[in-house]
């Protein structure tokens, strides 16, 4: 059944095929009577072999045209992730750059020799606060020295390598710092309570601390430059029995947010004199 539909497919393309060479042939001396007597025959078969010659090309075109528009259109979202990606470098750039101008401008108003660091890990226990820094003791850094950002007071060297460096943040349950209150001058000293905040310990209950007032650095500690923004208070509560009151400040610097701090090289250093020994 199959040999012959296609033996009849096949004299059907033959007879075609001899049909438009006929055509030609005879046309190409005029009009003449073989000429004539095919084309009534061949016309139809004519048409159809044309129709589906058209057709074929009709595919073919367009599979053509599919496959170069699919081409182009990888080759278009190519391009456009290109020029998203050179649109959030420039993004990630002006906000360094905005960022390295607040360390400038704090470098110049406070005249200490700071070093721009970045952030390249941070601890992600809930009892230890503290994050790594790309420079070490190659570049000048040491344990002890005081880490700082313009909002305010960040943590100090806790551990220094020859490339790299461990800051110990002010929230840390085991940071203190020696501050004041601004307004008022009351001296007590801060403490980490790895919840976000601080508690401002061992100020007596008659001093004066209201919430909104801003916490400095003292300077008394040895370690942070006096005068430094450390935070403001949240909550101040006088109600206990004991001698001293409890305050809580949330710290100005944003430690969710680091991603570059200032080692203070050469802090000063608070020193003791003849007289204050006699007190």
């Not at 096949?10 to 005879?26: K, W």
């Not at 003449?32 to 078969?45: E, H, K, L, N, W």
């Not at 020295?145 to 929230?171: C, D, F, N, W």
Request: with cysteine; hydrophobic share 45%.
């Amino acid at each position: 059944m199959f040999f012959k539909k296609a033996l009849m497919f096949a004299s059907l393309m033959i007879l075609a095929v001899g049909g438009i060479i006929a055509i030609s042939f005879f046309g190409m001396r005029g009009y003449s009577p073989v000429g004539i007597g095919a084309v009534p025959v061949m016309a139809p078969v004519q048409k159809t072999v044309s129709r589906v010659v058209y057709a074929i090309k009709d595919v073919w075109n367009h599979y053509f045209f599919l496959v170069s528009a699919a081409k182009q259109n990888d080759e278009l979202k190519k391009a456009l992730g290109d020029v998203l990606e050179q649109n959030n470098q420039c993004k990630e750039t002006s906000l360094a750059n905005i960022r390295m101008r607040y360390m400038l401008n704090f470098r110049k108003k406070t005249g200490q020799e700071v070093l721009v660091a970045e952030v390249i890990a941070k601890d992600p226990s809930p009892w230890f606060k503290s994050l790594i820094i790309d420079k070490g003791t190659q570049d000048g850094v040491k344990k002890g020295l005081p880490v700082v950002v313009p909002e305010g007071v960040a943590g100090i060297i806790t551990e220094a390598s020859k490339r790299y460096s461990k800051v110990q943040m002010i929230i840390d349950r085991n940071a203190a710092v020696d501050a004041l209150v601004q307004r008022s001058r009351a001296r007590g000293i801060l403490k980490g309570n790895s919840a976000g905040q601080c508690l401002f310990q061992y100020v007596p209950r008659k001093h004066d601390v209201e919430v909104g007032d801003t916490l400095i650095s003292s300077g008394l500690d040895g370690v942070f430059p006096k005068g430094l923004r450390i935070g403001e208070v949240a909550v101040v509560n006088k109600s206990g029995t004991g001698i001293f009151q409890e305050v809580f400040v949330s710290p100005y610097a944003d430690f969710e947010k680091l991603e570059e701090v200032l080692v203070v090289l050469n802090p000063p250093k608070y020193e003791v004199t003849d007289d204050e020994d006699e007190e």
